[in-house]
């Protein structure tokens, strides 16, 4: 379960890292970690990863536990399939399109640990208050809770889910998970573990 969400975490970190390292990373490497991120946390097995964490760690701080325990699964389901393949997009300013990134394909190659200090940036970045507070708002407003049966509802539990809900994904991010979605995304970019 960790191993899928640290996966994530580290797909965000090397994100940043790309961002913080532009001239050490090519658009075809950005390209490739933040397309199978934004793949990777929208799967059915990231996803049911991140509710069991949330479960584990949001709905026990709920004012309605059973509530939380009860709704949270379906709810963060659908906030995963609109919030991941949209801050992991590679065309976005905030990943892959920003200036600077963009050199010369396959100057060099990426190091494991290149890859995971972006990752770790991704996931730094997310967690910022700007960052929190863009998607409090983008999932506020038409395109998810606007769509929703009482849409103020979904924003005001939108509003007190995600400032809890990130960091708690982002804990368990660590460098195995790291390492696989690495190579995942650029086969044979870290050493296998043993």
């Given at each position: 379960q960790f191993l899928v969400i640290m996966k994530f975490l580290l797909a965000l970190s090397a994100i940043l890292a790309i961002n913080t390292a532009t001239a050490e990373w090519t658009c075809d490497d950005c390209n490739a970690v933040v397309s199978t991120l934004g793949a990777y946390l929208s799967s059915e097995e990231s996803i049911a990863n991140q509710v069991d964490i949330l479960l584990a760690e949001v709905c026990p701080a709920a004012e309605d536990v059973d509530y939380c325990v009860a709704n949270l699964p379906a709810f963060w389901t659908k906030i995963a399939m609109v919030l991941w393949p949209g801050y992991y997009a590679p065309e976005a300013t905030w990943m892959c399109?920003?200036?600077g990134l963009c050199g010369a394909p396959a100057t060099r190659t990426i190091t494991c640990d290149e890859c995971n200090e972006g990752l770790m940036a991704t996931i730094e970045q997310m967690l910022s208050e700007e960052f929190v507070a863009g998607i409090?708002?983008?999932?506020?407003?038409?395109g998810f809770c606007g769509m929703e049966e009482d849409p103020e509802s979904c924003a005001n539990v939108i509003a007190e889910l995600?400032?809890?809900a990130l960091p708690a994904i982002a804990g368990g991010f660590n460098a195995e998970g790291g390492n696989a979605i690495c190579n995942m995304a650029i086969p044979d970019t870290c050493p296998a573990l043993y």
């Amino acid at each position: 379960q960790f191993l899928v969400i640290m996966k994530f975490l580290l797909a965000l970190s090397a994100i940043l890292a790309i961002n913080t390292a532009t001239a050490e990373w090519t658009c075809d490497d950005c390209n490739a970690v933040v397309s199978t991120l934004g793949a990777y946390l929208s799967s059915e097995e990231s996803i049911a990863n991140q509710v069991d964490i949330l479960l584990a760690e949001v709905c026990p701080a709920a004012e309605d536990v059973d509530y939380c325990v009860a709704n949270l699964p379906a709810f963060w389901t659908k906030i995963a399939m609109v919030l991941w393949p949209g801050y992991y997009a590679p065309e976005a300013t905030w990943m892959c399109a920003q200036e600077g990134l963009c050199g010369a394909p396959a100057t060099r190659t990426i190091t494991c640990d290149e890859c995971n200090e972006g990752l770790m940036a991704t996931i730094e970045q997310m967690l910022s208050e700007e960052f929190v507070a863009g998607i409090i708002d983008a999932l506020s407003g038409d395109g998810f809770c606007g769509m929703e049966e009482d849409p103020e509802s979904c924003a005001n539990v939108i509003a007190e889910l995600i400032p809890v809900a990130l960091p708690a994904i982002a804990g368990g991010f660590n460098a195995e998970g790291g390492n696989a979605i690495c190579n995942m995304a650029i086969p044979d970019t870290c050493p296998a573990l043993y």
